[in-house]
């Protein structure tokens, strides 16, 4: 898809902590810097993966400013800003634009289960009107977790009453003809649909959709950025089965955890364990079969990628 703002590969980034449970912006950054030079064309910060809700307003700023003094481009980065609070998702979201960021990732609000598609769309019109425009709106279709789907004539509505204002979706459902929809429903407006699973990247790329925008991309973006560069032939088949397989290995375990576990042995550095409740970091059994099933996948060990000085 041409002119889409994070056309590509996107890490929905791990959120570094330190041992007090407060983020590290040192160890994240260096993290961030390590997917921008391995295939990642984007970063989705402080999202699901990135534990985003079970940190404060003032953490998340805080986060996110980090990540800019430490040299992440804001032009880069789709922070999560979704709450179930509308005036927090507004916050949130003026805070993103004014550190420069392009676009948010913007969750439904997901406290109130079986809200109307009536009520959905109030709720997306305050945020346009109480934001003014200036930043693009992502919407985070998420049903599994957030309970709250955003249904086909919903967007058709958002995107009609509010031109320009909403650029795209993520959809983690894992129902690929459900993206399918979207794409041919809303792509030639310039709606940009984004996967939320590894194993569809490369067709939802020839299918007209943007990318992606995914958990394991913070281990297998090398194979990712080859299927976005390459799309079809031999090289992007064998790099899609890679994200496909790495997927499935990511899934075998807590999702979150197990990621943490990867990059916590591929730098070395333990501090990548570090995980807010209600997560839990793995069991050793567990720790030791991920890391066996990302082996098994062909997609370890990740090159270049070592614990940042200041976390040692």
């Known amino acids: 898809m041409k002119d889409a703002l994070f056309g590509g590969i996107n890490a929905a980034v791990l959120t570094a902590m330190r041992q007090d449970l407060s983020p590290d912006p040192d160890r994240m950054a260096a993290h961030c810097r390590w997917l921008l030079a391995h295939g990642c064309n984007g970063l989705g910060v402080l999202g699901t993966t990135g534990e985003a809700n079970s940190f404060g307003l003032s953490e998340r700023k805080e986060i996110l400013e980090g990540l800019i003094a430490r040299g992440i481009p804001a032009a880069r980065m789709m922070p999560g800003t979704g709450c179930a609070s509308l005036s927090d998702t507004v916050e949130l979201t003026l805070h993103a634009r004014a550190q420069g960021c392009r676009g948010v990732l913007v969750l439904p609000p997901f406290y109130y289960k ?10 997306f019109a305050e945020l346009v009107q109480r934001t003014g425009g200036g930043i ?3 919407l985070y279709h ?15 509505r958002l995107l009609k009453a509010f031109p320009g204002a ?15 929809a979207m794409i041919d429903a809303f792509a030639a407006e310039g709606f940009e649909v984004y996967s939320g699973s590894d194993e569809f990247v490369q067709r939802i790329l020839a299918d007209g959709g943007a990318g992606c925008i995914t958990a394991a ?8 950025g080859i299927v976005y560069a390459k799309r079809t032939g031999p090289e992007a088949d064998a790099a899609q089965a890679v994200l496909t397989a790495t997927r499935r290995a990511a899934t075998s375990v ?52 070592a614990a940042p000085k200041a976390a040692e």
């Open 136 to 138: 693009a709106l992502y």
């Open 166 to 180: 909403f650029r795209g979706v993520k959809d983690s459902s894992g129902d690929y003809a459900n993206m399918k």
């Open 254 to 305: 807590p999702l979150i955890p197990g990621l943490r576990e990867i990059i916590a042995r591929s730098t070395g550095d333990d501090g990548w364990r570090t995980i807010r409740p209600p997560h839990l970091p793995l069991t050793p059994a567990q720790a030791d079969a991920v890391w066996a099933a990302w082996e098994a996948a062909g997609a370890l060990p990740l090159q270049g990628l």
């Open 114 to 123: 079986n809200p109307s598609d009536d009520g959905l769309f109030a709720y």
């Open 217 to 224: 991309s913070n281990a297998n973006c090398p194979w990712g």
């Open 142 to 156: 998420f049903p599994q977790q957030s309970a709250v789907p955003f249904s086909l004539s919903l967007i058709e």
